[in-house]
């Protein structure tokens, strides 16, 4: 089993930064797709940010278009998403997800390990 646990989320002004952590612990391989998804009150979970374990990545452009990065330490089992000029749409719970494809994948449907979130708020 794997466990994920998510950090860093809280309350910001518009244009203003976050940084969002993700710790793996369990039984973790480097080798697992990272993402990271949103959701906000009344929606559907939404696809934002993933990373392979060499570095490669695919993002929600729509969404977050170059604001935001994602990153990842194997040695460290941590995943990170730099949050930059946030907007108010951005407000969801961020939950850290964990696949055991080696492809990056959108689709939250293809995650096998999930954090319990957390809460990100952008204040107009």
């Known amino acids: 089993q794997v466990q994920l646990v998510e950090s860093g989320g809280g309350l910001v002004q518009a244009g203003g930064s976050l940084r969002l952590s993700c710790a793996a612990s369990?039984?973790?391989?480097?080798?697992?797709?990272m993402g990271w998804f949103r959701q906000a009150p009344g929606k559907e979970r939404e696809f934002v940010a993933a990373i392979n374990w060499r570095g490669g990545s695919t993002y929600n452009t729509d969404a977050v278009k170059g604001r935001f990065t994602i990153s990842r330490d194997n040695a460290k089992n941590t995943v990170g998403l730099q949050m930059v000029s946030l907007k108010p749409e951005d407000t969801a719970v961020y939950y850290c997800a964990a696949s055991r494809l080696l492809v990056l994948r959108r689709n939250p449907n293809d995650y096998d390990y999930w954090g319990q979130g957390t809460q990100v708020t952008v204040s107009s």
């Open positions: 369990g039984r973790t391989s480097s080798t697992y797709v």
